[in-house]
C-alpha cells in the first residue's frame, strides 16, 4: 500500500457517478453503449453532462476537453464510460471511470 488516502468528497462523487453509469447501462440493450457523462460539481452544486457524439471516440474526445476548460471553474469532477479489457477468453466490457478534484 503506498498510503494515500483519498478524501472522502471524492470517494462519493465517484461513488455517485459511477452508480449514475451502471444503471443507465442496466436498462440498455447489449448492443447499445452508454453515452459517455460527467458529474461536475462546484460547492454544494452538481451537473451532470453527457457527451453525444456519432462515435464513442468523439464522444471520449470531447469529454476531455470539455472537462479541460472547466478545470478552471470546478471543484471536482467525474468522467465516466464504456471501455473493454483484455482477458484470456477475450475482450469483457466495463465500465471505467476517472476523478479529479482541484488541488
Not at 3 to 19: K, Q, S
Not at 77 to 103: N, Q, T, Y
Request: aromatic content about 8%; proline content about 4%.
Amino acid at each position: 500500500m503506498n498510503g494515500f488516502i483519498l478524501p472522502d468528497e471524492v470517494i462519493r462523487h465517484a461513488g455517485l457517478t459511477m452508480v449514475q453509469a451502471a444503471l443507465i447501462a442496466s436498462v440498455l440493450k447489449e448492443e447499445e453503449l452508454i453515452c459517455p457523462f460527467a458529474v461536475v460539481s462546484k460547492g454544494p452544486n452538481r451537473q451532470s453532462v453527457a457527451f453525444e457524439s456519432e462515435t464513442q471516440d468523439e464522444a471520449v474526445s470531447k469529454a476531455w476537453a470539455s472537462l479541460d476548460e472547466r478545470r478552471s471553474h470546478i471543484d471536482l469532477w467525474a468522467f465516466a464510460r464504456e471501455g473493454l479489457i483484455s482477458m484470456p477468453e477475450g475482450k469483457v466490457d466495463v465500465l471505467v471511470w476517472f476523478e479529479w478534484k482541484r488541488g
